[in-house]
């Protein structure tokens, strides 16, 4: 990925116009609008891939500052809005940017939280929707994001879910009919599953041996798959700790969901910069 300018994103509305033109007429007429859409998806894109912030309110400041001859800024209420509506949009462009054909792929899943876990039981923006998850690295309180990535680290297929859902009933998910193999962890040993997905996708997943299996054969073509599926890993890394995709600062569910799929839709979009 080259360095961004400013002007880079110029481009970056040409792309979003791609996969959905602008209309060049209101059918009801009225006053034109401030900022469109395609120009919301932009700014929230952009500013992930060059300045990475973890609040709208804070992507509105750099949009004022750096945009603002630019972009018809609206007021911030109106800001506000225009982000959420924009959140259908954004999940399209993220859909036809999902790389679906892949036939090999590496599945994973990790942990969200929403807030520390001794806040948890006051936490009310996610009551009924989060739940509480365990892995190796303690208990948290959030999502899960149930990924797949193809050798490159581009994302085939994902999934959000509460953190108490279980990896392997995620597969179906994760996969389709181009997937010869999938590639994943200790969690994805489910013996029901892996007959289920090859039945129905003639899909191969792929996991290491539990660990009580004292013995299991493996090819050398096998050994080198499980040793390359640190990829989804290093994906997950880029997602939290460049990204910003972990965060606790949205007022609701709908705001979870916009971060969320802003910040994947930025890591996807990257690959072609």
């Known amino acids: 990925m080259r360095v961004l300018r400013q002007h880079h994103i110029t481009n970056l509305v040409a792309v979003v116009d791609e996969f959905l033109p602008r209309e060049d007429v209101s059918p009801f007429g009225g006053r034109p609008v401030k900022l469109h859409q395609n120009e919301v998806i932009a700014l929230l894109v952009f500013s992930s891939l060059s300045a990475p912030q973890r609040t709208l309110t804070g992507i509105y400041t750099w949009a004022q500052v750096h945009y603002y001859r630019r972009f018809n800024l609206p007021a911030y209420s109106s800001w506000m809005r225009k982000c959420h509506q924009a959140l259908p949009r954004m999940y399209y462009i993220l859909d036809q940017l999902l790389v679906k054909d892949a036939p090999l792929r590496f599945i994973d899943s990790t942990m969200l939280p929403v807030c520390r876990l ?75 599953m892996r007959r289920k997905m090859w039945q129905e996708h003639h899909t191969y997943i792929l996991s ?46 709908n705001g979870y969901a916009v971060h969320y799929i802003r910040v994947l839709l930025s890591y996807q979009l990257a690959w072609g910069f």
């Open 118 to 192: 001794v806040r948890s039981e006051r936490h009310k923006v996610t009551k009924g929707t989060a739940d509480y998850g365990k892995n190796h690295q303690g208990w948290w309180y959030g999502f899960k994001l149930h990924a797949a990535c193809n050798p490159k680290g581009q994302l085939c297929a994902i999934r959000f879910t509460p953190a108490n859902e279980s990896d392997s009933q995620q597969i179906p998910h994760l996969i389709n009919d181009a997937t010869r193999v999938a590639v994943g962890d200790g969690g994805y040993t489910a013996s029901v």
């Open 208 to 253: 290491p041996p539990h660990p009580k299996q004292a013995k299991k054969v493996l090819t050398q073509w096998q050994l080198l798959l499980l040793q390359a599926r640190p990829k989804i890993e290093c994906t997950f890394d880029y997602l939290k700790e460049h990204l910003l995709l972990v965060t606790s600062f949205p007022r609701s569910v």
